[in-house]
């Protein structure tokens, strides 16, 4: 059964860089039936989808943070990652990784998700 | 991007009872909708996707619905464990988006 692990600082600084890590067992991310992806969300709110990424290293964003979004893969260490540029109070969320299976996009295995706090 | 509507936002029943939670979206979406079950402070888990399709290993308790812009989820008859935050999500077009949340409580 494919696990997810979330990994990375649980607090950043006000403009600088989120990064995470999501480490993958029991599964690979160079599966051809798969996506990999980011969603937050952020304390007492809803679910905000933010990109996934293919084992090619195709990616799709969600607009409103594709500017400021990179999700890659590394194959030969079985994980994918999450950058986020400039962040803001507002990017304070739990973020999960999740994998998603190319019949409807669905997410149907998730990492137990970390708390990111954007502070000074 | 596509709006998805749950209602209610929240709902108070007992054990056993049946349940139904509706999710509407603002454009034609054919079953592009999964739903999720999310537990306070635990990762969501997906229940249904395309709509109606049962995810493996989930009670069939448990079922889906509809196409176009309404959408349904149904619990047959409650257990104590169903009692969780339900989210139902889009994902016909980029952005893939949720419903805000639907939290089933015990009455």
């Known amino acids: 059964q494919v696990q997810l692990q979330e990994s990375g600082p649980g607090l950043v600084k006000p403009s600088e860089t989120l990064s995470l890590t999501c480490t993958v067992s029991?599964?690979?991310?160079?599966?051809?039936?798969?996506?990999w992806s980011w969603i937050r969300q952020p304390p007492g709110k809803g679910l905000e989808w933010i990109g996934y990424?293919?084992?090619?290293?195709?990616?799709n964003y969600n607009p409103s943070l594709k500017s400021r979004v990179t999700i890659s893969v590394d194959t030969s260490k079985n994980q994918f990652s999450l950058k986020l540029t400039s962040v803001t109070a507002a990017d304070t969320a739990v973020y999960f990784c999740?994998?998603?299976?190319?019949?409807?996009?669905?997410?149907?295995?998730w990492g137990q998700g970390t708390l990111v706090t954007v502070s000074s | 991007d596509i709006q998805m509507t749950q209602s209610p936002s929240s709902l108070s029943a007992s054990v056993g009872d049946r349940v139904t939670i509706t999710c509407r979206a603002n454009q034609s979406i054919s079953t592009y909708v999964n739903w999720y079950q999310q537990k306070s402070g635990k990762a969501p888990k997906l229940l249904m996707y395309?709509?109606?399709s049962l995810q493996s290993g989930v009670p069939p308790r448990f079922s889906g619905s509809g196409s176009g812009t309404d959408f349904t989820l149904t619990v047959s008859s409650l257990q104590p464990e169903d009692f969780a935050t339900y989210h139902c999500q889009q994902t016909y077009s980029n952005p893939y988006t949720f419903g805000q949340g639907t939290k089933l409580e015990i009455k």
């Open positions: 029991g599964g690979s991310v160079s599966s051809a039936s798969y996506y």
């Open positions: 999740a994998r998603v299976y190319s019949i409807y996009d669905s997410f149907d295995s």
């Open positions: 395309g709509a109606s």
């Open positions: 990424v293919y084992y090619s290293g195709s990616t």
